[in-house]
């Protein structure tokens, strides 16, 4: 069973920057598809960005294209959200998320239409104006 665990969070001023870490408890990051996600305070869950397991495909939420960028490094075991330009309203608990489906991160949306397989605890992410 593949297991999650994030780490990076804080407390960062606007228009900071921070970089979320997320690293896998076996050596098999590469057979799945990635995602991080957050949920603010009276939120639903949403997706953030995603990575298919073929890395053919990256898709990002449209509040943070051009200011989020999510890769992994599969010898180290980790994937990664670096967060640039930080807005008050990116406050949020963030999770990471892993999915062995193809079909994963593979089509326009960053939200799947099914469960993932494995999630992280989650990390806050907090940032002040």
């Known amino acids: 069973q593949l297991q999650l665990e994030e780490s990076g969070g804080g407390f960062v001023q606007a228009g900071g920057s921070l970089r979320l870490s997320c690293t896998a408890s076996?050596?098999?990051?590469?057979?799945?598809?990635i995602g991080w996600f957050r949920q603010a305070p009276g939120k639903d869950r949403e997706g953030v960005a995603c990575?298919?397991?073929?890395?053919?495909?990256?898709i990002y939420a449209d509040s943070v294209k051009g200011r989020f960028t999510i890769s992994k490094d599969i010898a180290e075991k980790t994937m990664y959200l670096q967060m640039n330009k930080l807005k008050p309203e990116d406050t949020a608990v963030y999770f990471c998320?892993?999915?062995?489906?193809?079909?994963?991160?593979?089509?326009?949306?960053?939200?799947?239409?099914?469960?993932?397989?494995?999630w992280g605890k989650g990390t806050l992410v907090t940032v002040s104006s």
């Open positions: 998320a892993a999915d062995g489906r193809y079909s994963y991160c593979s089509d326009s949306s960053v939200n799947p239409e099914y469960g993932m397989d494995y």
């Open positions: 076996i050596f098999t990051l590469d057979y799945y598809g």
């Open positions: 990575l298919s397991k073929g890395g053919e495909n990256t």
